[in-house]
């Protein structure tokens, strides 16, 4: 029943997942945010929404592209879910906008298996996870699956292997250029987040926990089932799909070093684990298990969602 109504992507599908993603993100806006009676925090707000749908499509628009799900609409609903687990990255601008710019990232990585034009592939990919560096720094661990992403592809032309380095420095001049010119104090703060805390004692309240709890329960599963089932995808698109997985544990990764953590850091993993998802859903043969994993799904998501209000 409900794996029916998104087995197919329609137009109906995406402006009912719009929907929701609009009534949720606004409902936590209001029942949680302040200073909402100026213009200034309004655009903010109205530019962190138009974040995440951009963030959803995207996410959509590699797994279709690549050829990595079939003609459905559960990577965006799978995508919607897990933001529902942690609401808090409705409020998180820096992990929204830094998450925003490793998909446009992913974007490229994934699309090398086409061999066509790998030099700016590597180079734009390079280039989008030093900026998202810029606003959560362990973002920059991303810059390892390119170099994984080479290894699978294009290895045998040194000049690829050097293509990150250039990305590197065109980064850190325009980023000097704007700290000299306008802020001074950018060198000094993105040096600051540098620091690694490995500790998980961040939670306020028990249900930050039991997010957690189901996160990790639905990622052990999903990923685990990936890992298995690699060998039995089309030969040209395993690459890819080790790139996902990789993708996932450096989400993790980034999660587990970061300071100042909350769940909204999990952001990184939510594109990987919405693909490896919705892939388990769509190559099972169990219609009921697939029932029942989708509903567990949404009814954790809505359950974490109301809870952290």
Known sequence: MITSVFKKSTPINYTLLVIFVLFFYLLYQIHLATGLNSLVEWSKKGGMMAMLFASLFISNFIAKKNGLTRNSGYVILFYFLLCLLSPT????YNIVIANFFILLAMRRLISLQ?????????????????????????????????????????SRDYRNWLLPFVAFFTISILFALYAVLWDASAINYYLNQESIDLKLDYFSN???????????????YFVFASAFSITSKPLNLQASYKKIIFAYIFGIAIFVLSPNKSNDVLLFTFLPLSIMATNNIEYSNNKIMQEMILALFIIAGFFCYFTQL
């Open 89 to 92: 990255v409705f409020n998180n």
């Open 206 to 220: 028990n249900y930050q926990n039991i997010a957690l709890s189901v996160f990790v329960a639905f990622s052990v």
């Open 114 to 154: 086409t061999l066509k034009a790998p030099k700016e592939k590597i180079f734009d990919a390079s280039l989008w996870i030093f900026v998202a560096s810029l606003f959560h720094f362990w973002a920059i661990l991303f810059i390892v699956l390119v170099y994984i992403s080479i290894i699978f592809h294009v």
